[in-house]
């Protein structure tokens, strides 16, 4: 970790780069790499050699006003950082050069400098995990701490690991059944302690996010090639749909709701207006399943993962397809009350079922289907449908948008 | 059904459509809607009052060479098409508007129409099935019938349903040790009695694809919005993407082998090139198992599916990640001697499980992780691997590209 983290002092410099004489502060050195962020947000990273420090001197990191230096900056726009885990506020062990874990969220701070005039942000470390053990009861306690954060904040950030960024953003917002501004999740791709770091952007990003007139929740991740562009997804279409890349969020079938670079949010797309309150209803029936359909998928495979579920959601091919061997234990499985789901592993697209025999077949067979719901987006709702809604009811509301999630007509 | 396919006779028409008059063969007429083929293989899709006839002939179709009309043309280019079912050999029912499989590919007749002086096309009814119905099984007959294609002809064409193509035309890829020409599946996205169908153009393709000097496996299908572009997609990074779009497939990481439009082929990146015979490995070991791992995804779910397999491919969380009460149950069952490979439900990008703490537990644990390999081509390498190789060399094996499956440098 840099100095200016640890002593909260922040190194500012002014320096000459390619030719030209700017001012920043000195965020990273590392392996013979500078991080030095502009005062547009934008991080330059470069070579230690390349770069002609003029002069550099030790500001105090923004004014904390409680003693746990838990509050950055006091502008009017307030926003509440809730805290989970993930790259985002991880660590570089940089003698073995594995990425653990930790709850250290203070490089926080050197990301709101800038923004201390606009923003007053309140951080809380509530969880420390990363993402691929997140659980549905994990869910509930965030939107728990969310509806906390908005009692006292315009809006609220969740920072989280990407890995299961988009199930959780879902569940916050399938529970959030009024909210009184924007829930924005915000991930990295890479630590911040590592100089490529898309971290400080995305936050950035997020803060401003957080501080518009926006009812959703959505995830604040990096866009495309550009450096400095952020898009905001809605949580219930979006997907990662890339292992490593920065910009490995998309949103299916649909545009970003807004865009962020350079200081300025671009509304993209009427989103809904905050509500007047926040409501939250925080129960979820975890029995759904998600299985996807593969040419040696048997029945026996099928309903003995299903025993102990209320609802299957299964990936089919094509628009919504599975084998044959598999429609008689299907209907099986719905006759005794059991809810199946068909998504399409195409993840793009929509499910039809009156197109083919076999999907007609499968209609007949009980099964319900999800349109263009994306697979992983309907497991997270059968769960709060199932805790929420009268059993009678699930296919009904399964069919019904309820935060975005089916959209009328695919954009893209 | 037109007319022109029952009787073989073809509608040669001239007309006059936005001015130009033109001249081609009246295909289908459905719903007012008129579809006419161009000389070029562009069909024209026009409202029937918008398109004035000026002359009508029937003419003989291509001259067939054996009593069951299972050849077409004469040219030099030999290519044989194996056709075993989906979309592109099915009818619509118009009476309830269902799409079901049909043997009947005479229609295909209509397609050769205009390449009869350069190719000599012989057609093959093998199976007639919709294809989330293949099974690994049916893969091997597929692979037989392919190799008996090679045997007479310069390339073999297999037609197959879209939903499972990619899985099939890998399993084919892998169990061809060497091939003499190329094999290029083809499938489509609308029945050919849909004026909208994409079968024509897919198929002329496919033909003009079989004739070239590929020693690859292919999947020939449109490419974007262009009407008359197709893509020829390496089998083992092919997916389909999109429930119902003609361009569904795209290879992933990796730009198309080829492309097609206007009766000529340009090869986009260097090839295979035919071997100078065909060897198969008929063999394929079903025991593999495909799971999606999501995060309500318990230990007994895992082993229990697990249980009646020899592999089990997890398509993991971003770099290869699952939750960390897996990873005991992991441990246990790599020990008992089942094989666990970790792929990414990213769909692209790589594993890498040297970079969190997750991911070191999981290597530790005895998990092999499969990089960039797409994971359904994963799932049908290891029935290739386990059925074909010395069980301890699995690993080995399955981290070794044979097939174009493993991309050293993902260019998209």
Redesign the interface.
Known sequence: MSDNRESLKLRKIRFVYKGAEQEGTLIHENSGLLTIKLKSGYNIVAEKGAVEIKEESLEEAPQARSSKDTFIGSGPGKVTIVATGG?ISSRVDYST?????SNDISFLKSTVTDLERRFTVELESRDNI???????EK?VNIVRWVKEGLKKSHGVIVSH????MS?TASAVSFMLEKQSGPVIFVGSQRSPDRPSSDAFTNIEAAIHFASAEIGDVGISMHSGNSDNKISLLRATRSR??????RD?FHSIGEEPMAFYSDGSVVINRLSKRPDDETVINDRLD?S??????????SPE?LM??SENKKAVIL???????????LIGPIREMTREGKQIVMT?????????L?????G?KLLDAGVLEMGNVVP?IA?VKA?YVLANYDFNDFGKIMKTNLRGELLTREEL
Chains 1, 2 share one sequence.
């Not at 050069?97 to 874990?101: F, M, R």
């Not at 690991?161 to 299961?164: A, C, H, K, Q």
């Not at 990662?240 to 890349?245: A, D, E, I």
């Not at 990936?315 to 061997?325: F, N, S, Y």
């Open positions: 790259t050069g594995a990425v653990t874990p990363l993402s691929e053990n997140m659980t549905p869910w690991g990407t890995d299961t199930y990662k749909m890339h292992s490593s890349r490995a975890s759904v399943g998600l299985m996807y359909f593969h040419p040696s998928l495979d003995n993962y990936m089919g091919t094509g628009l919504g397809h599975a084998a044959d061997r399409t592993q195409c993840i793009s697209g929509t499910t039809n009156n197109v083919y025999s076999t007609r992983e497991y769960m």
